[in-house]
């Protein structure tokens, strides 16, 4: 258990564990109360570090916040079946089991990157799963990849096996910027190499629907949040999609902020979360269908 003041000077309870899955023994962390748990997802060889500012946040007051490490991430073991567990279906069905170990029956999801990949492939899988917001996600197929992302260059090293400490700290520099801190550097050097590798080879051998298929189909509330200054998807392409219940019926641009808002600009980020998180509790992100 560890105890932090966020910046508004309010004591903010972090609590950690680990949860034994059929994918793996994972680690843990949640903080705060409330009736439908946040389950956070991380991006690809990244750590549920990532999601301090909203762990350690007055988020915590009214929600319930969790946030763990994806089978062969962090402080997670390495997967003891990576043909099974590294792909978007196996890490979907991953963070259903953990859902499931915690007595979890309704989730609400934000997923970064590969996490909101992850979180897409849980909406047909999980009955539960009452909303979803993404940010630094294009929910697209494999054939339109080239349209959705920017950098070819950090495309590839997220899908590289072995990453040389260069290929580490370009990846790091290149998917947070310069408000990285060394315990991403840890994480993406400490990822297993399989995960990316097995990833990129599963891309596309899924034979059901697409994810903007699944977006544009399924009526669970969505909400797309980006930073104005994406460096890697290409948000002009992202916000063309017909989200079948897109949020407030508008993508959010966040001025300045690149490919990791929520750590970058957590405060702006926060208000965004805190007003979604309200929507689908109430009920009320369910009428926001798209135009």
Partial sequence: MQVIHDHQEKVVITRTYRVETSHGSLAVEESGQGEVPLLMIHGNSYSRGVFRHQLRSSLTANHRLIAFDLPGCGESSDAPDPERTYTLQGSADAAIELLGKLGVSHAIVLGWSLGGHIGIEMIPRFAGLRGLMITGTPPVGPDEIPQAIKSTQLLGLAFKEELSPAEVDAYVQGTVGESAETFMREAVSRADGRFRKTLFSSLGANPGPTQRQIVESIVTPISVVNGGAEPIV????????????????????????GHAPFWEGPGEFNHLLERFLADVESGRASHSQAL
Avoid: P
């Fill in 234 to 257: 290409n948000i002009d392409y992202v916000e063309t999609i017909r989200y079948a219940n897109l949020w407030q019926r508008h993508c959010y641009r966040l001025a300045g902020l």
